[in-house]
């Protein structure tokens, strides 16, 4: 029927009547192609290239293994020489897949599926060897991979650890976790594929850090920012959060809060900084309140990044006493730390200061004797 009345049809309309068949057909043709070359590629992927995700877990695998053996020996505040390290950065460079040779590394997560939807953020790519499609903080398909810290921020307790953290945060080649993960001393035993899992995904030449108040073992790559604060400020500042009525008379030796200030800053927390002397340096949290501009321009040279963050990026709040970020990372709004940071202190008899100087002078001489800096705290 339908024949019947395509061949009553005039010359050209059945020229153009076949013509519509014809492209159609390859209409077609060409979906059924494109359906089984997209099941074959997807099969392709899934059965060839393992996806960073599960080669990592597989290599986190291997890093368990080898952080099994380093955690019945660990040794909190003492960093091991030798086999130990070595065992954790073959561990470290197992679990995020980065090989010893750099170039290595750098094609290895060239390899990274999606590469081409990176965003582009024109200042990074001019500022270091990040290639124009890995620049950029966040990719808009959330890409990347998570990897153990490359650099951490160590420091005694109430040294101004927050602050460097959330000034360094503005940096576009710096991924932080936010909230402490408290790895080394509280969850060591959960192992590396967690604390590697807390991690946020970073880019080709994203840093990812985090702060952390002890250390043991560590991978001799990492790079430890050391802050450091006058004791007496700091024994006065904690001494400020516990409230403790302890420093009032006199001096206690044994309280923990004096104890943090020798045992920490001074030649604990050294003896565990100084073999990796060389990826490792101290910053005065002093100064981090006095100039903070010029000392995170220090912390950006020794991480190797470009000095995006100046004094344009600070202002000081009057309120607050403190410099705060005129813009915090990814907002438009000023931020200052929060009310624990930045607390009034009491007066202190100054007898009571005055003694607390004394008993920390002699280990301030032997710790800018370690550092070959003077910080200037016993004035
Ligand atoms: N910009 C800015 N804003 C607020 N506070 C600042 C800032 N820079 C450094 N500090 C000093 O940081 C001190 C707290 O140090 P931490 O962050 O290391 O403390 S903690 O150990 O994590 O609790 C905190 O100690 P307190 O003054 O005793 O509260 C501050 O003196």
Known sequence: MAFSRISRLDPPSRGIFRKAVVMLCSLLASIILLHLLTERCASAVSSTSPSPDRSSSSASGRASGLFGDLRSKRLVYEW???????????????????LADERARQDLELELPGESFMLPAPDLVASRRVPARFAGKLSPLGEGSKKLPQALIIGVKKGGTRALLEFLRVHPDIRAVGAEPHFFDRNYDNGLEWYRELMPKTLEGQITMEKTRGISAMS??????????????????????????????????????????????????LAAVLPHWTRSCSWSGERLISDPAGELGRVQDFLGLKRIITDKHFYFNQTKGFPCLKKAEGSSKPHCLGKTKGRTHPNIDPEVVQRLRDFYRPFNMKFYQMTGRFFGWDD
């Open 80 to 98: 091991t020489a030798g086999s130990d390290l070595e065992s954790y950065g073959a561990a470290r460079r197992a679990s995020s897949r980065v």
């Open 220 to 269: 001799r790559d990492t790079k430890l920012i050391v802050v450091v604060r006058d004791p007496v400020t700091r024994a006065i500042s904690d001494y400020t959060q516990t409230l403790s009525k302890r420093l009032t008379g006199l001096i206690d030796t044994s309280w923990s809060a004096i104890q943090i200030g020798i045992l920490r800053q001074a030649p604990g927390q």
